[in-house]
């Protein structure tokens, strides 16, 4: 068992609350003399921030969202007024492309790098990753701070790092480097075992010892088959420019959240308050800077539009006392139909029934047609041969897993009001192969 940072990642729940409470008030006070944004806000709605003692406090403070940088930046403004350092102090300069237009800027200090990369390589430690580990890293190395962070926290552990940036690498970088890990999506890492089956070569009896999922939410149940796949154990991560990297130990029991350096708060849907204890809500969070500390970039309650459950506040069994999260969805891949919300991870449920992947490769994509009134789902999912594929069994696991608990949706198929239609084709016969960019699975046409 290794810790990266142990006295802090075990620090008792009282001290740790403190020690929160205590960079909440430095890191607001910080805010008002250097984010432009928040000097201007303090000033025009003349509050004091002495005032913002602890994390209760935060709820007089206006929660921001991406549109609310992207407001208070060129070409927009003059200035980038979340930007809070002089040039001289910012080392790189990143773009979240949103689904908008104009990417939000941000900003990183050398001081913030070393935070990002302090949270990644915890999430290794927690793990089991160690010094002599060779990790091949999926994610992409551009405009995106993951791969470039993670790849600074391989460095503290004394990792190697075979940065191949996407997953369609040639498959004897495996033989080759003989790596121990590998950072993907589930996705890329179940379509870069079947190239490696297609080679003669058993992901199973491969040199990989663990998988670290991330880059967008999932279903138990494929993670649970890329388990099964690959013969090891994939670790779920969680993470966004913004600063929000949380990780999943060995324990696999929800996502520790580095409480020192990143302040979270679960909002209810319509953001004026603290989601009710152990409620779903939105995920608002605060920079959270050491006493001393600097940052490129200042976010006070910034809702980063997903949402997610806490688990459990109290000291996981892997000694950590930090938070533990479930895996965070995207609102914006939630659609209603018959007054029941659902989402991507719901479709992938049912196309990831253990019985369903003796047929199926587990690439599919659903659209949603029709009106308020009366909508139709239409599933496509990708055989591993469509003349041996069980299309009834595959409809019906699907079908179970997806109406299970969802009486409305349940009745509106029986009234004739929701149909779900399937569609079985071969492989790459999916749509979104078509176009570039990350497949849209769940695409609401209505
Ligand atoms: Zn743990």
Redesign the pocket.
Known sequence: MSFFSEEIETMDRGELDALVDERIRYTVQWASQHSPFYRKWFRTNKIDPSTIRGHEDLRDLPVISGKTVRERQPPDTEEFEFKSVDWPNVFTVHETSGTSGNPKSFFLTWEDWNRYAEKYARAFA?QNFTSGDRVVVCASYGMNVGANTMTLAAQKIGMTIIPMGRCTFPVNVITKYRPTGIVGSVFKLLRLARRMEAEGLDPKTSSIKRLVAGGESFADESRAFLEEVWGVPAYNTYGSTEGTMSGE?Y?K?GL?VPEDLVHLDLYNPTLDNFASQGDCGRIVLTTLLPPGGKTGILLLNYDTEDTTVVTSRDR???G?THL?ITLPQREAETVWVAGTPFNRVDMEKGVFQRENMDYLTGEYEAFLYGDAENTTLQVSMECLDTRTCERELVTNNFLKSFLRHQPLLYEARQDGHFDIRFNFTEPGGLEFYRITGRPKRLVDRR
């Open positions: 927690s130990c324990e029991i520790h996981c069994p892997c950590r533990r």
